[in-house]
């Protein structure tokens, strides 16, 4: 999928929770490291298979776009939210998709884009977030970018597997925040990819476990970020009549993230409600290759 096709509006990344305003609401970095796919303790609820589904191998991607609601300067704000998944083959070097398959050192991943454009009464702000799973791994992050764009600035972060912990870079317009780096342990989940990774779960009405969530990077700060110890499970339930599967996500006492997955594969999200209102609603699923140019 050429990277300098892509649609002009995937510039621009879905919407920040903990948004504030301008008062208060770093680069990609590539590593020759072979990743340590670390935090293996969860691999016993995940369905290491998952991925590996030959419809990931079409050469399309799942478009999920979503009527979305947010809270934003006190009101809420409707808007439409895009979830794009794809398979792609890395390369070592550079850590990004690769453009020659001939190389020795590709490995793949599965790609999750999350954009949004959401407009308040002053101004629009857009939010592109890229999450990068290890493909037979679908707990095991390996990659995340995440960009806000709005008219009082830009904040972009990155969080890189570098083996034995992860890299967070960070370049923020906030006083206090600006540019710097730190390290994150590896055994985390980021709340950022489990609208991906909680499809792949081993779904029973039996299952519960706990884990560190890295809270949402989808936001325009760039502060140290809260780790969570997370309880997870998951019930059986029903979406407009169709059989699916809530999986609950109990941040802290306070907090609590629901998602509903649909109960066949590919297990797509069709609702999401989490604890500061960051709301999804599936309004339409197809595969296609976006990246292509329209034919004259």
Known sequence: ???????AGLLWMSIAAGFSSCTSQGANTTSSVTPTKDYSILQQYFNPNW??????????AE???????RVIYDKKRSFEFALITVKEDFNRTHNVKTDDYSRQDLFPVMKVNEFARIETDNYPYHYLT???VHRS???????LTTSSQEWCGTTFKSITDEGTVFQQEYNSYFDGQGSGSRELPKTILAEDQLPYTLRALRFSDELSFKANVLELQQTNQAKEPKIYKAN????????????AWEVQVQLDENKQNTYYFAAQYPNQLIRQRTWDGRNLELKKLSRYAYWERPKA
């Open 130 to 132: 890229s999450v990068f």
């Open 137 to 143: 791994q679908p707990w095991a992050l390996h990659k």
């Open 1 to 7: 999928m050429p990277r300098h096709t892509l649609l």
């Open 51 to 60: 991925a590996t589904d030959t419809l990931w191998d079409d050469g399309l």
């Open 232 to 243: 997870i499970r998951t019930v059986k339930a029903a979406v407009n009549g169709q059989p």
């Open 63 to 69: 478009v999920a776009v979503y009527d979305a609601e």
